[in-house]
C-alpha cells in the first residue's frame, strides 16, 4: 500500500493522462462527448474513488481466463441492469473461495492484502443510473468544494468514515452527455479495511474490487450493444455479473494508466 501511495500522489502531481485514458474504455461511438467541454459545461458531480487494502483472497484461475467475445446483443439492455446475485452487502469477485459472504467489511486487514477498490452496484429507486456499477458519488450541493461532496456522498452511500481517509487528488473531470453531469472523480486512500454499509435506498451492494483484477488483461470483456438506434461497442469489467461500463469504466481507465496500466490490446 506503502508503494501504491507514493505512485499515485507522485503521478497525481504530473499532467494527467485525461482524454488518452478515457477513450480507452469509452464506448465507441460515444456520441456528443466532447472532451474540450470538460470541467466547463454540465452539472458538477463528484464521485471518490476509495482504495484501501482488500482482504487479501486470491483469484481464482478460472475468473483470469480469458472470456469467450461477446456477441451482437449481448448488452441487450444498459450493462449491469438485472440478472446479479442476491447477497446483501459485499459482492466477492466471481468464484472467489473461502472469503465467506459478511453484512460489512471488517475494519482488520490480512497481511500483505491486494488493494481493492470501492464501486456500486446502484438500486432501481436512485434517480439516475439504476441498476449501473458507479463509483460513490452526486451533484455538488451549493457551497462545497469538489472533495466535501465526494466525502458526504460516500457517508451517505456506504457508511465511509471521512476521517478514516487521506484524499490524494483529483482525476480529469468526465462530461456525460445523456445526463448533462460534468463528473470530477476524487481519490482517496484508506491504510485499513474501513467498515462499510450501504444505503439500501440507494445501493444495492458494494463490490469490492482487486485493483490487480482490473490491471490483469485477461478481466476486459467485450459487447455490442443497441444504443440510441445504433450499435455500440462496449468494453466493460464483469464484477459478479454487475457491469462496469461507461463514464464509471472510463474514470477507473485513468486511474489504472496512473498505476502503470497501458491500456487495452490495440490502445
Given amino acids: 500500500m506503502e508503494q501504491l501511495e507514493a505512485r499515485l500522489e507522485t503521478a497525481l502531481q504530473r499532467p494527467l493522462p485525461g482524454e488518452r485514458a478515457q477513450r480507452w474504455l469509452a464506448p465507441q461511438p460515444r456520441p456528443g462527448w466532447d472532451p474540450r467541454r470538460e470541467g466547463r459545461a454540465g452539472r458538477p458531480a463528484a464521485v471518490l474513488l476509495l482504495i484501501y487494502p482488500g482482504d487479501g483472497c486470491a ?35 466471481p468464484g472467489v473461495g473461502g472469503c465467506g459472504e459478511r453484512a460489512d467489511i471488517a475494519e482488520a486487514p490480512r497481511a500483505g492484502a491486494d488493494p481493492a477498490l470501492v464501486l ?40 465511509l468514515a471521512p476521517e478514516r481517509v487521506t484524499l490524494l487528488g483529483r482525476l480529469s473531470p468526465l462530461h456525460v452527455p445523456a445526463t448533462g453531469f460534468t463528473i470530477h472523480p476524487v481519490v482517496a486512500l484508506a491504510r ?47 464484477l459478479d455479473g454487475a457491469r462496469l461500463w461507461g463514464a464509471s469504466a472510463m474514470i477507473t481507465a485513468e486511474l489504472l494508466a496512473l498505476l502503470g496500466w497501458k491500456g487495452p490490446p490495440g490502445a
Fill in 120 to 159: 456500486t452496484e446502484r438500486t432501481a429507486f436512485v434517480e439516475w443510473h439504476k441498476h449501473q456499477v458507479a463509483y460513490p458519488g452526486g451533484l455538488i450541493e451549493a457551497g462545497e468544494t469538489i472533495e466535501e461532496a465526494a466525502l458526504r456522498e460516500a457517508l451517505e452511500e456506504i457508511g
Fill in 59 to 93: 483469484l481464482p484461475m478460472p475468473w483470469r481466463q480469458t472470456p469467450p467475445k461477446s456477441a451482437p446483443g449481448d448488452i441487450a439492455e444498459p450493462p449491469g441492469a438485472g440478472g446479479h446475485g442476491a447477497r446483501d452487502d459485499i459482492a466477492e469477485p
Fill in 192 to 238: 485499513e479495511r474501513p467498515h462499510l454499509r450501504h444505503n439500501t435506498s440507494e445501493v444495492k451492494r458494494i463490490l469490492e474490487t482487486p485493483v490487480s483484477f482490473l490491471l490483469d488483461p485477461a478481466s476486459l470483456r467485450h459487447a455490442e450493444s443497441m444504443m440510441g438506434g445504433r450499435w455500440v461497442h462496449v468494453p466493460y469489467f464483469d
